[in-house]
T-cell receptor, first 119, second 114 residues
Framework: AQSVTQLGSHVSVSEGALVLLRCNYS??????LFWYVQYPNQGLQLLLK??????LVKGINGFEAEFKKSETSFHLTKPSAHMSDAAEYFC?????????????????FGQGTILTVHP | EPEVTQTPSHQVTQMGQEVILRCVPI?????FYWYRQILGQKVEFLVS????????KSEIFDDQFSVERPDGSNFTLKIRSTKLEDSAMYFC????????????FGPGTRLTVL
């Protein structure tokens, strides 16, 4: 069964500092990988995803993530934090296909990381 | 930009009562999902729905839960007899296909069972 671990339930950075949110997955086959963001009182919004091809993927709002198969990681970074980045961030995975050759897209989420940005 | 909508935003009910949570997925999407998030815990998959039938469900999705797409636009989650532990935020999501694509999430319905 797949699992996702996000190291650090809370991360605090200063405005302008590097943001690094960690995500590791456990899966017998490298899955599809996603980062979602949740702002207060809103739904989950996709930041970026890795499906195939280049392992460094860029998303919205200046975020990017790198898929490292050898480390089973998909850490999220942003060079310079902005106050508006304060939110909860979720790493998620889904199967490429199950044994029957079909996959229904179920997402398995990590615990979430709350990012706080200080002035 | 098209979005997934959910109603109500907040539902308060008594234990043992039936509740129906409603979702309107994005119109050209074919795959539909329900997830829930108990306060302080992970977002958990409940069920996926395609071609008018359940395609996958989790162990959480027991006989007390059901889903349907009654009219081609709405997608509902029914809990027949609510328990205290059903209190959670319930998210609906939809996507154009199942594999490797973005699931678009609604804003959620906060269910409080008293």
């Amino acid at each position: 069964a797949q699992s996702v671990t996000q190291l650090g339930s809370h991360v605090s950075v200063s405005e302008g500092a590097l943001v690094l949110l960690r995500c590791n997955y456990s899966s017998s086959v490298p899955p599809y990988l996603f980062w979602y963001v949740q702002y207060p009182n809103q739904g989950l919004q996709l930041l970026l995803k890795y499906t195939t091809g280049a392992t460094l993927v860029k998303g919205i709002n200046g975020f990017e993530a790198e898929f490292k198969k050898s480390e089973t990681s998909f850490h999220l970074t942003k060079p310079s934090a902005h106050m508006s980045d304060a939110a909860e961030y979720f790493c998620a995975v889904s199967d490429r296909a199950n044994a029957g050759g079909t996959s229904y897209g179920k997402l398995t989420f990590g615990q979430g990381t709350i990012l706080t940005v200080h002035p | 930009e098209p979005e997934v909508t959910q109603t109500p935003s907040h539902q308060v009910t008594q234990m043992g009562q039936e509740v129906i949570l409603r979702c309107v997925p994005i119109s050209n999407h074919l795959y539909f999902y329900w997830y829930r998030q108990i306060l302080g815990q992970k977002v958990e998959f409940l069920v996926s729905f395609y071609n008018n039938e359940i395609s996958e469900k989790s162990e959480i999705f027991d006989d007390q839960f059901s889903v349907e797409r009654p009219d081609g636009s709405n997608f509902t989650l029914k809990i027949r007899s609510t328990k205290l532990e059903d209190s959670a935020m319930y998210f609906c999501a939809s996507s154009v296909r199942a594999i490797g694509v973005t699931q678009y999430f609604g804003p959620g319905t906060r269910l409080t069972v008293l």
